[in-house]
């Protein structure tokens, strides 16, 4: 399994981490995101994962991935 690390300082509430959350579970090979709203990262897990769609997708949910 790929583990994939992003800072995404624009996220501040429940609503951004969903917003987040949904946009990259639905791209191919992910298996789960783990995001934690204190420090502003998201874990991305899955196999075979494309580091310019996760961050398309970050994008895609209204937040710039660091």
Same mark, same amino acid.
Not at 9 to 22: D, F, I, K, L, T
């Given at each position: ?5 992003? %800072? ?5 509430? %429940?609503?951004?981490? +969903? ?6 579970? +639905? ?25 310019? +769609? ?13």
């Amino acid at each position: 399994m790929d583990t994939a690390r992003y %800072s995404v300082p624009g996220m501040h509430c %429940s609503h951004c981490e +969903a917003a987040v959350r949904s946009q990259i579970l +639905a791209l191919p090979g992910v298996e789960e995101v783990v995001v934690d709203l204190d420090s502003k990262r998201v874990e991305v897990l899955g196999s075979e994962l494309d580091d310019a +769609a996760i961050r398309a997708a970050i994008e895609e949910a209204g937040y710039e991935a660091a």
